[in-house]
């Protein structure tokens, strides 16, 4: 399994990002996909899962301002983050599986800095 996180930066608060995940040595079209980030000094937390029927779960922390989508075709899942706040400065994790309680990180993650 192998999983490759990209689209992270730095950005004002208020602002949006795109990260993508791409994969590859699973059936990535058979899986759930997860979201998950960890701040400075604290531990992980689960943001958003994604069925492989393409239902999609949110923490309450992000509900409405972030997306969670996939493209079984490129083998890859997508977080868009509109609205971010400092709050949402963390590494961000791509992880297989879809709910909070059942996933695991295989990639290096990508940082994500909100400030003014």
């Known amino acids: 399994v192998r999983l490759a996180e990209s689209g992270g930066g730095s950005v004002q608060p208020g602002g949006s990002l795109r990260l993508s995940c791409s994969s590859s040595?699973?059936?990535?079209?058979?899986?759930?996909m997860s979201w998950v980030r960890q701040a400075p000094g604290k531990g992980l937390e689960w943001v958003s899962g994604?069925?492989?029927?393409?239902?999609?779960r949110y923490a309450d922390s992000v509900k409405g301002r972030f997306t969670i989508f996939r493209e079984n075709i490129k083998q890859s899942v997508y977080l868009q983050m509109n609205s971010l706040t400092p709050e949402d400065s963390a590494v961000y994790y791509c992880?297989?599986?879809?709910?909070?309680?059942?996933?695991?990180?295989w990639g290096q993650g990508t940082q994500v800095t909100v400030s003014s």
């Open positions: 994604i069925y492989s029927s393409g239902s999609t």
């Open positions: 040595g699973f059936p990535f079209s058979r899986y759930g």
């Open positions: 992880a297989v599986g879809p709910t909070s309680d059942a996933y695991k990180i």
